[in-house]
């Protein structure tokens, strides 16, 4: 598992905070997490652009036309909170047991969130419930 500590400025918070974001709604939650993740792209790979995906992945990086989707997880919580972390659709499962990675997006609706990035059968497996719940390999 990727350990990836981001430093959010004022500017960055203050774009943030536009965002119709409620503590506790899993759709804010998730927009905001996404949002912090094009913040910390932009920073790392400028000149990064953005798509929207297919079914089962939730964003598509582009930079220097090399590509590469991602599985956003996004949570108030400080740590993982492997617990939360669910997989709703059958087309998100297959992408990532295909190799797809999670980026778990941690505290974000503070100055400083963390991420992680997460890989099947390194750093989780799937277990079948109505949905996937998502469970640490290395507990």
């Known amino acids: 598992m990727i350990e990836i500590k981001i430093e959010l400025s004022e500017e960055d918070l203050s774009t ?6 409620e503590r506790g709604k899993s ?14 792209f932009r920073k790392e790979k400028p000149g990064c652009t953005f ?3 297919r079914d089962g992945s ?8 090399v590509s590469f989707e991602i599985e956003i997880k ?4 400080k740590n993982i909170a492997w617990n ?13 047991i295909e190799g797809l990675p999670i980026y778990r997006v941690t505290d974000v609706f503070s100055k400083r969130p963390i991420l992680y990035i997460l890989k099947y059968g390194i750093d989780f497996d ?7 719940s998502i469970k640490s390999i290395k507990s």
């Open 58 to 65: 939730d964003l598509k990086i582009i930079h220097n036309s």
């Open 16 to 21: 943030l905070n536009t965002l119709k974001s």
């Open 27 to 40: 759709a804010s939650i998730g927009k905001r997490a996404e949002e912090i993740l094009k913040i910390y």
């Open 74 to 77: 996004g949570t108030e919580d």
């Open 84 to 96: 939360k972390l669910k997989v709703s659709s059958q087309k998100s499962h297959d992408c990532l």
């Open 126 to 132: 799937l277990k079948k419930e109505p949905r996937w």
């Open 51 to 53: 798509e929207k995906t």
